[in-house]
């Protein structure tokens, strides 16, 4: 009878270690990505590269602001993403861009705006599609020239406003 005992507390050990999770809550095999600041990140982004800020060629080896262009912006009213395109025409390869998006109602007031640091790595003369997170978290919204949703929503437009754009070397 004590042999059954001890082979059914075998079995509950057994189980136990199995169930109970790791020291630390972590799977075996799994890595965690390490936590960066914002200059860290924003370091990585751009080593390697220069920065365009301006519309003075003088100023920044003959590269301008609006030789970066965005284009197609797409925002359903039941998605929560948006895509555009970002078209570098510059002769080197773009690795970031930092811009503001203005979103603005068809009578023109503002009901949204945000700051983006894209990384990218879009080569001379290409073309590249974006996606980023909506800012319209309750899917109410989409852009004038996107599907609206089953429900009444509220069409809007953009305004893209880029800061700085990193060239690489």
């Known amino acids: ?34 936590i960066i600041s914002s200059e ?7 080593a390697g590269s220069f920065m365009v800020a301006s519309n003075c060629p003088s100023c920044n080896n003959g590269y301008t ?4 262009q965005f284009s197609g912006f797409s925002k359903p009213q039941g998605s929560f993403v948006e895509t555009f395109f970002i078209t570098n025409n510059t002769n080197r390869v773009l690795k970031a861009v930092n811009l503001y998006i203005d979103y603005r109602d068809l009578q023109d007031r503002q009901l949204h705006k945000q700051f983006l640091r ?3 790595n ?23 020239d ?24």
């Not at 059914?8 to 790791?22: D, K, M, N, R, T």
Request: with cysteine; net charge positive.
């Open 122 to 144: 879009i080569p001379p003369g290409e073309t590249r599609m974006v996606e980023i997170r909506s800012w319209d978290r309750n899917r109410s919204f989409h852009h004038k």
């Open 1 to 34: 009878m004590n042999n059954k005992f001890l082979k059914f507390g075998i079995a509950i050990a057994a189980l136990a270690a199995i169930a109970v999770p790791s020291a630390f809550g972590r799977k075996v095999g799994y890595r965690l990505k390490p």
């Open 40 to 46: 860290e990140k924003e370091e990585q982004m751009t």
């Open 146 to 169: 996107s599907p609206a949703g089953s429900h009444p929503g509220t069409p809007f437009t953009v305004e893209f406003d880029p800061i700085a754009y990193y060239l690489a070397f």
């Open 118 to 120: 894209l990384s990218c």
């Open 65 to 68: 602001i609006d030789q970066i």
